[in-house]
């Protein structure tokens, strides 16, 4: 890394509040609106003058984002009365107690073949087919309908998952091998004699797929498993078919109009798939009812974070080190989270550093999704729902008492006519102020504020030009990003105030540069 100069860096004095929020949270300790940077270096960097410090205290920051830090360098920071989220990639400095990133970039999810429930856990979730099967009276799974017949029963949830971990420091990439466990059972329809060999008889097909909705087919992920009657070792009894170590390294080069469509910034199309399903296709044996209860989707640092007692002590000792809540405002996992694979993984991330120090929690930022949604494709499919908010979502199923939202709109979504180069997948549009402001407000903000329930969230604004660490100059790569003006700054800091932003998130406040 090379050594730190200045860049301009555009600060706005916000009004303070007194309101009372009754979070138990670091917001309700703080009379005002605390304002969080985030300077795009690590802490040794933004460390090695004293002069970076001095000016954040100056310029009122509350806090910011420390990427790897050590002992040293955080008796160094609290000595100016600074607050920190360590942010502990192991990237710089020989820190390799990354276990809070490494183990929130994991998959665990476990969608209910009935759906959603009471909505506790959100609203996302995979489908049944109302046509040939219904919910069991239990309320807990999905059973065949009576008179039988064949067709899917279980589809969807067509969600983004990973190809490979977000975080990596070397390459070769590494893949996400995933594990799929398909919990199902089969009860002998009493009115229907058995037919002779029905041992042998198919009961159903399950499949893993990527869909593609410009040609709405879909290509199998790993070859379909076939289970028969036998396979079910009885009548009545639940039992688990599973997928093992498969991963989606096969959809990775496949073209938008071959199989998926990409994620449109940062060529996420290396790391994500969209529309992924799991599928259960019912033959429609007269005989007997099939039942799916659940299918859970897990990967190794899902099932250790749960499951593992040691990695729950690594964790745990990690956060040890930094627990103080008077200097530390909670601990930075992984960095916007695409994938609902990774929302039950900050779930438990959180009550573990909750069990260090009740005081703290996980914290990350988030985007909005495309048009306040999951997907950019006009395809509504499962949690592709217009009604479904990816930051409701991700609120709900992490169970923390806010979120931090990243919502850059300048020359974001619709790009203005010339100079502006075209981006692909950004339309061009005279009218495009209006519609970006849009885009912000009824995408996401608008959507905090309609919910049974007021989501406390914190307001990200893009404060200056980003860095390009390729080339190590301070400009923005892509041709629709700009080094936002006073009057746009001061606009779209008061935007996310108007609609009730409790925290401002300043990004990126220092560069570095040759």
Same mark, same amino acid.
Request: with cysteine; proline share 6%.
């Given at each position: 890394?090379?050594?730190?100069?200045?860049?301009?860096?555009?600060?706005?004095?916000?009004?303070?509040?007194?309101?009372?929020?009754?979070?138990?949270?670091?917001?309700?300790?703080?009379? $005002? +609106?605390?304002?969080?940077?985030?300077?795009?270096?690590?802490?040794?960097?933004?460390?090695?003058?004293? *002069?970076? %410090?001095?000016?954040? /205290?100056?310029?009122?920051?509350?806090?910011?984002?420390?990427?790897?830090?050590?002992?040293? +360098?955080?008796?160094?920071?609290?000595?100016?009365?600074?607050?920190?989220? #360590?942010?502990?990639?192991?990237?710089?400095?020989?820190?390799?107690?990354?276990?809070?990133?490494?183990?929130?970039?994991?998959?665990?999810?476990?969608?209910?073949?009935?759906?959603?429930?009471?909505?506790?856990? $959100?609203?996302?979730?995979?489908?049944?087919?109302?046509? +040939?099967?219904?919910?069991?009276?239990?309320?807990?799974?999905?059973?065949?309908?009576?008179?039988?017949?064949?067709?899917?029963?279980?589809?969807?949830?067509?969600?983004?998952?990973?190809?490979?971990?977000?975080?990596?420091?070397?390459?070769?990439?590494?893949?996400?091998?995933?594990?799929?466990?398909?919990?199902?059972?089969?009860? /002998?329809?009493?009115?229907?004699?058995?037919?002779?060999?029905?041992?042998?008889?198919?009961?159903?097909?399950?499949?893993?797929?990527?869909?593609?909705?410009?040609?709405?087919?879909?290509?199998?992920?790993?070859?379909?498993?076939?289970?028969?009657?036998? @396979?079910?070792?009885?009548?009545?009894?639940?039992?688990?078919?599973?997928?093992? @170590?498969?991963?989606?390294?096969? %959809?990775?080069?496949?073209?938008?109009?071959?199989?998926?469509?990409?994620?449109?910034?940062?060529?996420?199309?290396?790391?994500?798939?969209?529309?992924?399903?799991?599928?259960?296709?019912?033959?429609?044996?007269?005989?007997?009812?099939?039942?799916?209860?659940?299918?859970?989707?897990?990967?190794?640092?899902?099932?250790?974070? &749960?499951?593992?007692?040691?990695? /729950?002590?690594?964790?745990?000792?990690?956060?040890?080190? &930094?627990?103080?809540?008077?200097?530390?405002?909670?601990?930075?996992?992984? $960095?916007?989270?695409?994938?609902? @694979?990774?929302?039950?993984?900050?779930?438990?991330?959180?009550? %573990?550093?909750?069990?260090?120090? #009740?005081?703290?929690?996980?914290?990350?930022?988030?985007? =909005?999704?495309?048009?306040?949604?999951?997907?950019?494709?006009?395809?509504?499919?499962?949690?592709?729902?217009?009604?479904?908010?990816?930051?409701?979502?991700?609120?709900?199923?992490?169970?923390?008492?806010?979120?931090?939202?990243?919502?850059?709109?300048?020359?974001? #979504?619709?790009?203005?006519?010339?100079? &502006?180069? =075209?981006?692909?997948?950004? #339309?061009?549009?005279?009218?495009?102020?209006?519609?970006?402001?849009?885009?912000?407000?009824?995408?996401?903000? /608008?959507?905090?504020?309609?919910?049974?329930?007021?989501?406390?969230? =914190?307001?990200? *604004?893009?404060?200056?030009?980003?860095? @390009?660490?390729?080339?190590?100059?301070?400009?923005?790569?892509?041709?629709?990003?700009?080094?936002? =003006?006073?009057?746009?700054?001061?606009?779209?800091?008061?935007?996310?105030?108007?609609?009730?932003?409790?925290?401002?998130?300043?990004?990126?406040?220092? &560069?570095?540069?040759?």
């Amino acid at each position: 890394m090379k050594k730190i100069t200045k860049c301009t860096l555009l600060f706005f004095v916000l009004f303070y509040s007194t309101m009372n929020y009754g979070q138990a949270h670091y917001f309700s300790k703080y009379n $005002g +609106i605390p304002i969080i940077a985030h300077t795009n270096l690590s802490a040794e960097e933004l460390t090695n003058k004293d *002069s970076s %410090l001095s000016r954040m /205290r100056e310029l009122g920051i509350y806090g910011f984002y420390a990427t790897d830090i050590d002992t040293q +360098i955080y008796n160094k920071i609290k000595s100016f009365g600074l607050k920190v989220f #360590p942010y502990q990639l192991g990237w710089y400095s020989g820190v390799t107690n990354n276990e809070v990133v490494k183990y929130t970039d994991a998959v665990y999810t476990i969608w209910q073949a009935e759906g959603s429930g009471d909505g506790e856990l $959100g609203e996302a979730k995979i489908e049944f087919n109302s046509v +040939i099967g219904e919910i069991s009276q239990d309320g807990k799974s999905v059973i065949s309908s009576i008179p039988s017949s064949s067709g899917t029963l279980i589809y969807g949830p067509y969600y983004y998952q990973s190809v490979y971990y977000k975080i990596i420091q070397n390459n070769p990439k590494t893949p996400v091998n995933y594990k799929a466990v398909f919990t199902l059972k089969i009860d /002998r329809y009493i009115p229907e004699s058995l037919p002779p060999g029905y041992e042998n008889s198919e009961v159903c097909i399950l499949r893993i797929t990527a869909y593609n909705p410009y040609s709405q087919t879909e290509t199998d992920v790993v070859p379909p498993l076939v289970l028969r009657v036998t @396979d079910f070792e009885g009548w009545g009894n639940w039992k688990d078919f599973t997928f093992v @170590d498969y991963n989606l390294g096969s %959809l990775k080069n496949l073209t938008e109009l071959e199989l998926r469509m990409p994620s449109q910034t940062e060529n996420l199309n290396e790391y994500t798939s969209e529309f992924m399903q799991y599928k259960v296709e019912f033959n429609g044996l007269p005989f007997l009812r099939l039942s799916v209860d659940s299918i859970f989707i897990s990967d190794q640092r899902g099932r250790d974070l &749960f499951n593992s007692i040691q990695t /729950r002590q690594d964790i745990k000792l990690t956060v040890s080190q &930094f627990s103080d809540e008077e200097y530390v405002l909670g601990w930075h996992g992984l $960095g916007e989270p695409n994938s609902i @694979d990774n929302y039950l993984p900050f779930r438990e991330m959180n009550n %573990l550093i909750k069990e260090v120090n #009740p005081e703290l929690r996980v914290f990350t930022s988030l985007t =909005s999704g495309p048009w306040g949604r999951y997907t950019w494709h006009e395809f509504y499919g499962g949690v592709n729902n217009p009604e479904i908010c990816p930051g409701y979502e991700f609120y709900k199923k992490t169970g923390l008492d806010y979120i931090s939202i990243n919502l850059y709109n300048y020359h974001y #979504p619709f790009i203005p006519p010339y100079p &502006f180069p =075209s981006v692909s997948g950004f #339309p061009v549009d005279a009218n495009y102020i209006g519609k970006n402001i849009n885009y912000v407000t009824d995408s996401t903000l /608008r959507k905090y504020n309609n919910f049974s329930e007021t989501i406390p969230f =914190s307001y990200s *604004s893009q404060s200056g030009r980003f860095y @390009d660490y390729d080339t190590l100059t301070c400009y923005n790569k892509m041709g629709n990003h700009i080094n936002p =003006s006073f009057r746009q700054f001061n606009y779209h800091i008061n935007l996310g105030l108007m609609f009730g932003a409790r925290e401002i998130t300043l990004d990126p406040v220092f &560069f570095q540069i040759k």
